[in-house]
């Protein structure tokens, strides 16, 4: 079988240690999180600033003499910083984020807290940081190894997985986006376009800056989704399902009222990895959906309008064609081509 890219590294650092980390850091890191709270972060984000905190102030008790932040000096940042990467395994970009973290702490200690901390200089950001280098490399896919994939799911009657794979596939969201769609989106009634799109009759909550993120309309290729949704909902009259969330959380035995966690999801994805062969994260999905869009010819402003950006720029980013790939449909052997333009409805 062909590698399937090296792993996250995951660290068991901090079980059993935080209730011996200094209290004044742990104070401060309160402190912190409800200033965080108080503008109006993302929970998911806090939640992130507390974990890398922790990890940090853990490192700080073993190798650090328990040091109050505050009283940090820019060598034992970097003694952090390369412990974090000679030891533990770190990737670049994960430690450029929890040392992110620590200068956000810093500039906060700076700003807000100056009439306790007088003279104080936020310090992290002085310290270089690693080049930010991807260790996961960038999959890229085909339709006919996708659908075979589906093909494979199907046939082994996982029909669940087949209809979250074929919605990443047709819908192009986020994972965390992926486990909030519900049943009654998927109602003849939301079909717009002449039937080639499902369109969500709420907002969708998706990324953004705030804890509310950025409310959406989401769009779905429905005559390509349908029929792995109709063997997921199949199933599920079987299974007794009431909940109205197409993915529902399975607890205890039985399926309960609330959608699934994005950690299921990251068990179904190195589930497919393992049959397709090479990784299979569900945003690598969100590039598919995007460059399938553009290579059937959309004009970029609908792009851009289905997946919600505000800015043209994302569609380089997210384009996967090589310049190569993207020259040949519009020149051949007799000079340039006349490619046609399509409607969503010729889907």
């Not at 996250?8 to 890191?29: A, F, H, M, Q, R």
């Not at 986006?177 to 709420?202: H, M, Q, W």
């Amino acid at each position: 079988m062909a590698n399937i890219g090296r792993k996250t590294v995951y660290n068991n650092i901090t079980t059993g240690k935080l209730e011996d980390v200094n209290p004044e850091n742990i104070s401060l890191e309160n402190d912190f999180i409800e200033y965080l709270e108080s503008i109006d972060r993302a929970a998911s984000t806090i939640k992130q600033y507390r974990s890398n905190l922790h990890v940090f102030w853990c490192w700080n008790l073993e190798f650090n003499n328990d040091k109050f932040f505050v009283d940090l000096n820019k060598r034992e940042v970097a003694k952090f910083q390369s412990h974090a990467i000679k030891v533990w395994g770190w990737s670049p970009r994960r430690t450029r984020n929890v040392k992110a973290t620590l200068s956000s702490l810093s500039n906060f200690i700076e700003n807000i807290l100056d009439d306790e901390f007088d003279g104080y200089k936020p310090i992290v950001r002085k310290i270089e940081s690693p080049a930010d280098e991807a260790v996961r490399e960038k999959a890229v896919f085909q339709m006919d190894e996708l659908q075979k994939l589906l093909d494979e799911l199907v046939e082994e009657k996982e029909y669940e997985k087949a209809c979250l794979l074929a919605l990443a596939i047709y819908s192009g969201k986020r994972k965390a986006e992926l486990t909030r769609f519900k049943v009654s989106y998927f109602d003849d009634s939301n079909l717009i376009c002449g039937g080639a799109l499902y369109k969500t009759p709420e907002k969708m909550v998706t990324k953004g800056r705030g804890s509310r993120g950025k409310l959406l309309d989401v769009y779905v290729l429905a005559k390509q989704f349908k029929p792995y949704l109709d063997l997921w909902i199949e199933e599920r009259e079987q299974l007794g399902i009431k909940s109205d969330w197409l993915f529902p959380k399975f607890q205890d035995g039985e399926y309960i009222d609330e959608h699934v966690g994005v950690t299921t999801f990251d068990s179904w994805a190195r589930t497919f990895s393992k049959k397709i062969g090479k990784p299979l994260y569900l945003h690598a999905l969100r590039h598919f959906f995007t460059t399938q869009l553009l290579e059937q010819n959309l004009p970029e402003a609908v792009v851009q309008n289905i997946q919600g950006w505000a800015s043209g720029d994302m569609l380089r980013v997210y384009d996967d064609r090589t310049n190569d790939e993207q020259l040949e449909k519009y020149f051949g052997a007799d000079g340039i081509q006349n490619v046609e333009k399509k409607e969503l409805s010729d889907l």
